[in-house]
């Protein structure tokens, strides 16, 4: 096997052919990092057989970000240990913003706490014992490739916009949070970042105790880290965290708009799910900039002729920006015109789904200290969230932990949908 090396470091084997194997061009290259020619040696030995290693040191001519995308592997090894343990910090801080959906694994001894604590502080996808066996080697890899394969390495970030004050968005947008908590079981990481309009209500509506707020975090936005998250948002009982604008909504002049873009950008990087609740948020073209650099994007509107000219409005912002929504349509009668469909047709969004006019329990369920989904699941406005949370679930196993007949309906009726043919209707 021919490996590629940057100069200073000798071939790391002897009398090899620069012809690759059949077998040999199927092993997916990696690259290494790291200033020791033992350690190049080492994971050369351990990587036999099944990768292809490409050695780089810790400062290249040209910029890390721009050698690795040149070389473009299927994932980077980062030196962490003792000699070299600050610059493999600083490197993986790279690569994150860099090459966010390049997985990073740390190579260390599996005994040194420091180590360990500097991999985590650095958020890598995997960690590799510099003594590995190879068989151990291969299982790590194939744990790692396959997470890749079917995650990015970035959560899911869903933005949802009110076609007005007042629509309802806050009160979804918690409901929605804890439906993918629920989905997501309990090591599911789920985020409700609060930017609507009045401040801070999902520090009402879920309970939660204010911490740091989302200038405060966008100015130490370097120091971001799971540790440091732990510690710097505040936490529901179930494990929902939550983040708002500040009490002062004019402190988010000091932060530029890229740079609290790039917050949330950061955010996928820690959180199965970002929610993004947009409602009342008066600066609508922040808004659409915000939603362009989301996974899903919705819009929420009510029956009312005001409520649906404004919705329009927002749609057409949103669909000159190139940003795909979908529609949901709040407090919903049956009896009444237009209808949910006709609303979709008016706005030419598709429809995600409805939710039923439940003023009465809400209120009830807030008044108690609790979303609806937590205190009545089975409530039809829960049951609504739950249908829309399973289109918008990135859980594949989900349905291991919600057996409702609900949910395995819309789980069949989600797969149908993926195998039916285009054009085709459902029967």
Same mark, same amino acid.
């Given at each position: 096997?021919?490996n590629?090396?940057?100069?200073?470091?000798?071939?790391?084997?002897?009398?090899?052919?620069?012809?690759?194997?059949?077998?040999?061009?199927?092993?997916?290259?990696?690259?290494l990092?790291?200033?020791?020619?033992?350690?190049a040696?080492?994971?050369?030995?351990?990587?036999t #057989?099944?990768a292809?290693?490409?050695?780089?040191?810790?400062?290249?001519?040209?910029?890390?970000?721009?050698?690795?995308?040149?070389?473009? $592997?299927?994932?980077?090894?980062?030196?962490?240990?003792?000699?070299?343990?600050?610059?493999?910090?600083?490197?993986?801080?790279?690569?994150?913003?860099?090459?966010?959906?390049?997985?990073?694994?740390?190579?260390?001894?599996?005994?040194?706490?420091?180590?360990?604590?500097?991999?985590?502080?650095?958020?890598?996808?995997?960690?590799?014992?510099?003594?590995?066996?190879?068989?151990e080697?291969?299982?790590?890899?194939?744990?790692?490739?396959t997470?890749?394969?079917? #995650?990015?390495?970035?959560?899911?970030?869903?933005a949802?916009?009110?076609?007005r004050?007042?629509?309802?968005?806050?009160?979804?947008?918690t409901?929605?949070?804890?439906?993918? +908590?629920?989905?997501?079981?309990?090591?599911a990481?789920?985020?409700?970042?609060?930017?609507?309009?009045?401040?801070?209500?999902?520090?009402?509506?879920?309970?939660?105790k204010?911490?740091?707020?989302?200038v405060?975090?966008?100015?130490?936005?370097?120091?971001?880290?799971?540790?440091?998250?732990?510690?710097?948002?505040?936490?529901?009982?179930?494990?929902?965290?939550?983040?708002?604008?500040?009490?002062?909504?004019?402190e988010?002049r000091?932060?530029?708009?890229?740079?609290?873009?790039?917050?949330?950008?950061?955010? +996928?990087?820690?959180?199965?799910?970002?929610?993004?609740?947009?409602?009342?948020?008066?600066?609508?073209?922040?808004?659409?900039?915000?939603?362009?650099?989301?996974?899903?994007t919705?819009?929420?509107?009510?029956q009312?002729?005001?409520?649906?000219?404004s919705?329009?409005?927002?749609?057409?912002?949103?669909?000159?920006?190139?940003v795909?929504? +979908?529609?949901?349509?709040?407090?919903?009668?049956?009896?009444?015109a237009?209808?949910?469909?006709?609303?979709s047709? +008016?706005?030419?969004?598709?429809?995600?789904?409805?939710l039923?006019?439940?003023?009465?329990?809400?209120?009830?369920?807030?008044?108690?200290? #609790?979303?609806?989904?937590?205190?009545?699941?089975?409530?039809?406005?829960?049951?609504?969230?739950?249908?829309?949370?399973?289109?918008?679930?990135?859980?594949?196993d989900?349905?291991e932990?919600?057996?409702? $007949?609900?949910?395995?309906?819309?789980?069949?009726?989600?797969?149908?949908?993926?195998?039916? $043919?285009?054009?085709?209707s459902?029967?």
């Open positions: 096997m021919s590629h090396q940057e100069p200073g470091f000798p071939p790391l084997e002897e009398g090899g052919s620069e012809r690759a194997s059949p077998v040999q061009a199927l092993q997916p290259l990696l690259v990092i790291s200033d020791s020619q033992e350690t040696m080492r994971v050369n030995s351990m990587m #057989h099944v292809k290693i490409h050695v780089l040191p810790f400062k290249v001519v040209g910029g890390m970000l721009a050698k690795v995308a040149e070389i473009a $592997p299927r994932a980077v090894i980062v030196d962490f240990c003792e000699a070299t343990r600050d610059e493999a910090v600083a490197v993986s801080a790279q690569l994150r913003f860099g090459r966010p959906d390049t997985p990073l694994v740390a190579l260390g001894r599996s005994d040194s706490g420091a180590d360990a604590l500097a991999a985590l502080r650095s958020n890598v996808s995997e960690f590799l014992d510099v003594r590995a066996q190879p068989s080697v291969m299982t790590v890899l194939k744990h790692l490739f997470r890749s394969g079917t #995650h990015s390495g970035r959560g899911q970030t869903i949802i916009f009110g076609a004050s007042g629509v309802g968005v806050s009160t979804f947008a409901n929605l949070a804890c439906c993918m +908590r629920s989905l997501g079981g309990r090591s990481q789920i985020l409700l970042m609060d930017l609507g309009l009045p401040v801070a209500d999902s520090a009402i509506l879920l309970g939660g204010k911490a740091f707020n989302f405060e975090l966008a100015k130490v936005l370097d120091r971001v880290d799971p540790l440091f998250l732990e510690s710097a948002l505040s936490k529901t009982q179930d494990g929902i965290a939550t983040l708002p604008l500040p009490d002062n909504v004019a988010l000091d932060i530029t708009p890229s740079i609290a873009v790039g917050l949330i950008d950061r955010m +996928r990087i820690f959180f199965d799910v970002q929610i993004i609740d947009l409602g009342g948020f008066t600066n609508l073209e922040f808004a659409v900039m915000v939603a362009s650099q989301c996974s899903r919705l819009l929420l509107t009510e009312s002729a005001t409520s649906i000219v919705a329009n409005a927002v749609a057409g912002a949103l669909q000159s920006a190139g795909s929504a +979908r529609l949901v349509v709040n407090k919903h009668d049956s009896t009444l237009p209808s949910a469909q006709k609303i047709e +008016r706005l030419d969004l598709p429809l995600l789904g409805v039923p006019e439940r003023r009465q329990v809400l209120v009830h369920a807030l008044n108690q200290g #609790h979303p609806l989904f937590q205190a009545q699941p089975n409530d039809a406005y829960s049951r609504a969230v739950r249908k829309i949370g399973w289109e918008l679930s990135p859980f594949d989900a349905l932990r919600d057996m409702s $007949p609900l949910s395995v309906s819309s789980l069949l009726e989600k797969v149908l949908r993926r195998k039916r $043919p285009a054009g085709a459902a029967t």
